[in-house]
């Protein structure tokens, strides 16, 4: 048996469903493909929705996907 411990980088310490999700979301016109996709915690993938932008937390700027 293979088994397999995902973290999402959210470091949510709770045990948790791990989802395939898109970085740039296809209702944002981003694809299914390989490039495309990361693992996020259902917390994680909820929260970001359809946002394709935020701040850096090191520079504190603007960026989008």
């Not at 411990?5 to 209702?27: G, N």
């Not at 994680?44 to 090191?58: F, H, L, R």
Request: proline share 3%.
């Amino acid at each position: 048996m293979l088994m397999v411990v995902v973290a999402c980088s959210c470091s949510s310490r709770r045990i948790q469903h791990i989802l395939v999700a898109q970085f740039q979301p296809v209702s944002k016109g981003g694809f299914d493909s390989e490039e495309n996709l990361c693992l996020a915690c259902e917390l994680c993938n909820q929260y970001k929705w359809t946002q394709t932008e935020g701040i850096d937390p090191q520079t504190q700027t603007a960026v989008s996907s």
